[in-house]
């Protein structure tokens, strides 16, 4: 079996991008280790209908947020990356500047230190410059900022389509194999034709 995807779920609107992507990544057979934060459980409640359990159920390994001793803590432990989705400023901060206070940010840090691929959700709008100094902070240390921001070439019909599009960017990142969205092929007479859709 490949080494394991950690997945990150913090206190952001649009804990939905977690589930979905736990979710996707056990549907392809894909291990996922995950991180949760204190607030991401409380977003749980307010945004969707999963519970903790229901979450949980979706990963091969749980750790506690405030186990800085964890497996995913040490670069010795073998990951294939990290995916934090959604990421709020406060967690982007702390792993921009390397404040390893909780799990989450400890085991971002590690990724960058390791050479291995983070990829940041980044769930705020709109953003001032501290914000963005923050991404670029962020992106320097080796970090991809990936924010959720919809396309609608593939003519989006429910809200899950929009959620898939942004988590089969993310899962591009590690070449997982995914039909998430329906991919750009192009315009004109030579291009592929995008299949349109019912409503309903």
């Keep these: 079996m490949s080494h394991p995807l950690i997945v990150a779920i913090t206190g952001a609107t649009g804990v939905i991008y977690g589930v979905e992507l736990l979710r996707v990544l056990k549907n392809l057979g894909q291990p996922a280790h995950l991180i949760l934060s ?3 459980g409380m977003n749980l409640a307010i945004e969707t209908e999963y519970s903790l359990d ?39 901060s702390a792993i921009a500047n390397s404040f390893t206070y909780n799990l989450v940010v400890r085991a ?16 705020e709008t709109p953003l001032h410059k501290g914000h963005l100094e923050l991404m670029t902070r962020a992106a320097d240390c080796g970090a991809v900022l990936l924010p959720p921001m919809p396309a609608f070439y593939h003519r989006p019909q429910t809200i899950m389509d929009l959620v898939h599009q942004t988590i089969g960017k993310t899962l591009d990142q590690f070449g997982i194999e995914h039909n998430l969205f329906q991919r750009w092929s192009g315009h004109g ?5 995008q299949p349109v859709r019912e409503a309903g």
């Design 38 to 40: 204190e607030a991401a």
């Design 54 to 92: 229901d979450v949980r159920s979706l990963a091969a390994v749980v750790y506690n947020n405030k186990d800085v001793g964890a497996a995913v803590a040490s670069g010795s432990f073998r990951t294939r990356g990290m995916i934090v989705a959604p990421c709020t400023v406060k967690t982007l």
């Design 108 to 123: 971002a840090d590690v990724q960058l230190k390791e050479g291995r691929k983070l990829v940041l959700v980044v769930r």
């Design 189 to 193: 007479p030579n291009a592929a034709k």
